[in-house]
């Protein structure tokens, strides 16, 4: 199973770790890492390494990242382009986690992150572009 590392600024990665827990339960081959203001780019980097190396090192990984150029996603990047079968997706949220989670089993990490990049987009929507969406269903169930 395809290794998932998230990282991000402040809380966010025990933050979301948390809320997953709550709505998944425990997950195997998940790793999630903090980066608090207090924090360096060295520490970051040995807490991913440590990470990477605790994760089934036969499996490829994934880095979900907070926020594009951002620490978080330097070192990820940095550390996946030395490890093949590594990928880094940035603008994490709630929804892609949660259904990234239960869709990587038999994914390669190139396959992951297309399917994620398409979660992503699927993903970030309005109320009024819901609503459009659901009437436009209806009125296509109820024509001819």
Known sequence: MLG????????????????????LGEQPQFIAIDFPEASTTALLTSQLEAAMAQLDSQQDIVFLTDLLGGTPFRVASTLAMQKP??????????????????????LSSTAFRLQALECGHRGLTSLVDELKNCREEVAVEEGI
């Open 4 to 23: 998932i590392i998230l990282c991000g600024h402040g809380g966010f990665a025990t933050g979301l770790e948390q809320a997953m827990k709550q709505i």
């Open 85 to 106: 079968g590594s990928e880094v997706i940035t603008g994490t949220n709630l929804q892609l986690l949660l259904e990234m989670v239960l869709e990587r089993e038999g």
